[in-house]
């Protein structure tokens, strides 16, 4: 894996922080979806969407760079390095193993954000490990990764489809009522972005779980 990763690093491509930030305060949060402008409020999207609101919170700016774009925000001492993959959702693996390792950051301090069918509408659930549940995207990550045991944020967004419509519902938008809840339930997300860096990833599951 290190020799891959070798290959894949470039004299062009700036490191986002020095290697004497202290990686133990370093976090690496990605959000999953698709780029483009016609999947931008899709379902599916629903980690870009999620950044997307933290980073308009606090006035920040995504930078195009190898594989996806990325920013970078402070908080309490800790560094998040906000990476929304450039990849297409089924290939996330790899630009989230660059990301990692380019920024040295431990494997604990990664967290996955992603959809959830199984979930209702905006319920979070906080895992550490787990399968890839049939989300292409995870099991890219996983293949890459090489193991299941990354954590990862699931938001609910139900599975009211019919049959054999899941693809349609999945990359289709969300509907009136999910529009009107949805920014309480981003503002939540963030908050739980900020307690997985500062209190943990078990204080988390215990705050957010289920809400």
């Avoid at 950044?51 to 190898?66: G, I, P």
């Amino acid at each position: 894996m290190c020799n891959f990763l070798k290959n894949l690093f470039s004299k062009q491509d700036t490191p986002i922080y020095s290697e004497e930030t202290n990686t133990m305060k370093k976090f690496l949060i990605v959000g999953l979806g698709n780029i483009g402008e016609k999947y931008a409020n899709t379902r599916h999207n629903i980690g870009f969407k999620i950044l997307d609101h933290l980073a308009k919170k606090e006035d920040l700016s995504f930078v195009t760079q190898k594989l996806g774009d990325l920013t970078t925000y402070k908080f309490k001492g800790r560094t998040f390095i906000l990476l929304k993959p450039s990849t297409y959702m089924n290939l996330s693996g790899k630009a989230v193993l660059y990301w990692l390792t380019k920024e040295k950051i431990p494997l604990e301090n990664l967290l996955i954000i992603t959809d959830d069918l199984n979930l209702t509408f905006g319920t979070f659930r906080l895992k550490t490990k787990g399968s890839d549940g049939g989300h292409n995207g995870l099991k890219d990550i996983q293949d890459k990764l090489n193991t299941t045991n990354y954590n990862r944020f699931r938001f609910g967004i139900s599975n009211e489809f019919n049959k054999g419509s899941q693809v349609d519902y999945v990359l289709g938008e969300w509907d009136e009522e999910e529009n009107k809840k949805l920014p309480e339930r981003l503002d939540k997300s963030i908050e739980l972005i900020k307690s997985f860096g500062t209190a943990g990833i078990n204080n988390t599951m215990n705050a957010f779980n289920g809400k």
